[in-house]
């Protein structure tokens, strides 16, 4: 064997592995965004097949190899060949190289200890590769097929050994997590002077949490937990780094994806106060139902601690009915909230919305005060008076309360409003809902002078109503935007569908790959003075991305 066919057969492995470092590294970032759940993960795989599994290069190697072993003996010129032809076919790693994540790999404890599992399986599938060439063949050609086998079979099997390096880490993580939950719920039941305040809620949850630790922050010292540290981990987490003697409010934000979720979190510190924001569509795909989603937000009132108090959205019907039925049950105290309904404990009136805010009249009792708060969107004002129904549960007093709304600043990526370029930006890329998108395009309407433009990828997680309330959300932005930058050509096909069906210009749609690519529509097309809202930004998981 010659020094060309030597340097060729380097340059053919050199290529093989940099491509299976990028690829198995995205593997386990799409695991990473999806919760560390397999079925998740699973999910994101299916129907995926020839766009992420398996690629061109997949197919090109297959036939190399096939030819490869066949070919004996072979010169070292035709070595040389199939090499290099082996490099050009893996050199590209173009699906996992030009995505820019929009939330990037966190090597965290676990995903080191997921990757060095990783490691060890596709090593394992490697080295059983290299046993079968040494099997059934001998000779140059197989003594190539010895060192391209192996990382083509670590490099195709790539999803599938990140999806079984997590199978086999399940029970060790499950072991630490259960330690770090034990140790946070310790803790907090050492701290009997420590009021704690759940929120959850199909929409609005992380908003009203940062206004009540707004509120209470200026008389108290309070704990709240950080952007959408919303799950058990990121609960205990947060307790057992940052809890101290002198919080007096524990401030606690709890998700939901999947039954059960809301009772683990309760478990985990037990509320003193609970917080029902809304119960809709979101997550309608994991939870099956409107009902099953109902039941599940509503589970947190099961968790009261006796002379507890639920502090709800009053003009969400299904929250307010079950709040009524399980609060005559089991005898808490019930504190509602409205925008609309006169008969709420706390009432917001006579609201005025601009692109700089809201003004209001907030009623409790017999009481009133004028309310002023630099948040967009009426959904917002109703997220204030649940902060503000909190706090004064809490013992602050009416006038506080409404001093301290005033310094509520947005919460980032939900209906923030900043200048770029002359351009006004109204962020609401965090996620999207029908409430939120529908409270988030009445806002753009609002902004005059200049063009308004929303860019939008749409709604997921709806189940089978995702198509309808996409093609309703489209003709929503009919009566409010002048232009519209879809995200993905499939999945904003519904939206598509509901602006024309709205009469929306066909010329006034535009639909691009990528949020980058919708990005350069905007340097390109919009100037000083025209509006732009970003609505929803969907996780990698959900980019669409051409094949190659």
Not at 482 to 500: C, F, Q, W
Request: aromatic letters at 6%; proline letters at 5%.
């Amino acid at each position: 064997m010659n020094i060309l066919a030597v340097i060729s057969i380097l340059i053919a492995v050199g290529f093989s592995i940099w491509r299976i470092v990028r690829r198995t590294r995205f593997f386990l970032h799409m695991l990473q965004l999806s919760g560390y759940k397999l079925s998740a993960y699973s999910t994101y795989l299916d129907g995926k097949t020839f766009d992420v599994r398996i690629r061109a290069s997949h197919i090109v190697g297959a036939i190399i190899l096939i030819v490869l072993v066949w070919m004996q003996p072979a010169t070292p010129g035709m070595i040389a060949g199939f090499s290099l032809a082996w490099a050009f076919a893996f050199i590209s790693s173009r699906r996992y190289r030009r995505d820019r994540p929009k939330k990037r790999l966190v090597w965290t404890a676990r995903m080191k200890r997921l990757g060095g599992a990783t490691l060890v399986v596709a090593l394992i599938a490697g080295v059983a590769g290299t046993g079968l060439v040494w099997t059934f063949g001998d000779g140059s050609p197989w003594l190539l097929a010895t060192l391209l086998v192996p990382l083509y079979l670590m490099d195709l099997g790539a999803p599938e050994w990140v999806r079984m390096a997590g199978a086999i880490m399940t029970p060790f993580e499950r072991n630490v997590h259960e330690g770090f939950k034990r140790a946070a719920s310790d803790r907090l039941a050492e701290r009997a002077d420590l009021t704690r305040i759940a929120i959850t809620g199909s929409y609005g949850k992380t908003s009203v949490k940062f206004a009540v630790r707004d509120i209470l922050s200026e008389r108290f010292l309070v704990l709240a937990t950080p952007g959408s540290f919303n799950t058990p981990m990121g609960i205990s987490k947060v307790v057992n780094d940052q809890l101290t003697d002198d919080h007096r409010f524990a401030v606690l934000e709890m998700g939901m994806r999947h039954p059960g979720d809301i009772a683990e979190l309760a478990m985990l510190a037990p509320p003193d106060i609970a917080v029902i924001t809304s119960i809709g569509p979101a997550h309608l795909e994991s939870m099956g139902s409107i009902e099953a989603i109902a039941e599940e937000k509503l589970s947190l009132l099961v968790h009261l601690t006796s002379d507890g108090t639920a502090v709800v959205n009053a003009d969400d019907a299904r929250v307010l009915a079950g709040a009524k039925a399980m609060a005559a049950e089991r005898g808490f105290s019930l504190v509602t909230c409205s925008i609309s309904d006169t008969g709420a404990d706390l009432v917001g009136s006579d609201i005025q919305y601009g692109p700089n805010g809201a003004e209001f009249m907030l009623q409790v009792g017999s009481e009133s005060i004028p309310v002023q708060i630099g948040l967009l969107g009426h959904h917002n004002v109703l997220n204030v008076i649940l902060g503000a129904a909190v706090a004064l549960t809490c013992g602050m007093r009416l006038r506080h309360v409404a001093r301290a709304v005033r310094r509520i600043e947005p919460v980032p990526h939900r209906l923030a409003l900043r200048e770029e370029h002359g351009l006004r930006i109204i962020d609401d890329a965090f996620n999207s809902n029908p409430v939120g998108a529908a409270s988030a395009v009445d806002v753009l309407s609002q902004f005059r002078p200049g063009r308004r433009v929303i860019v939008t990828p749409g709604m997921v997680e709806l189940g089978d109503e995702e198509a309808n309330l996409n093609r309703a959300f489209g003709k929503q932005i009919a009566t409010s935007a002048d232009d519209a930058v879809l995200v993905g050509p499939k999945r904003t096909a519904p939206i598509r569908e509901g602006l024309l069906e709205a009469g929306f210009g066909e010329d006034r749609i535009h639909t691009v790959t990528t949020l980058f690519d919708a990005q350069n529509w905007v340097r390109k097309h919009c100037v000083p003075g025209d509006t732009v809202l970003y609505e929803n930004d969907l996780p990698d998981q959900f980019t669409e991305e051409p094949g190659g």
